[in-house]
């Protein structure tokens, strides 16, 4: 049994962060549903030899296509392997800064530790 009027251990002000603390978790699974849905049908591109070489990526990282120029093939098989390499680690690079972008943007405003 516990003393009148001291309940479970959550005074008012703990039932507040809890009710504060599910707000913001929905709102941060509402907002991740969203940004996954954008990231889904943006389209980031890496070049390689000055656009001899595009490599196309979603937003998730999926890869879309890949195009290379008609000059570029005539420098062979390990300079084409090497130009590809190049362009799918720029793409890459930008795709990780786009999310860790839109994950700040998402969770700049909620206090959540280790984000924004």
Do not use: H, W
């Amino acid at each position: 049994m516990t003393k009148s009027g001291q309940g479970f251990g959550f005074g008012l002000g703990k039932m507040k962060e809890l009710t504060e603390a599910f707000k913001k978790a929905q709102q941060v699974q509402e907002g991740a549903k969203k940004l996954q849905e954008e990231l889904d049908v943006m389209e980031i591109e890496g070049t390689a030899g000055g656009g001899l070489v595009k490599v196309f990526l979603s937003g998730n990282q999926e890869p879309r296509r890949v195009e290379i120029s008609p000059d570029a093939l005539g420098e062979g098989a390990d300079v084409v392997s090497e130009l590809v390499t190049v362009a799918m680690q720029d793409a890459y690079a930008k795709s990780t800064m786009t999310m860790r972008e839109k994950m700040e943007e998402l969770t700049g405003g909620l206090n959540l530790p280790g984000f924004g």
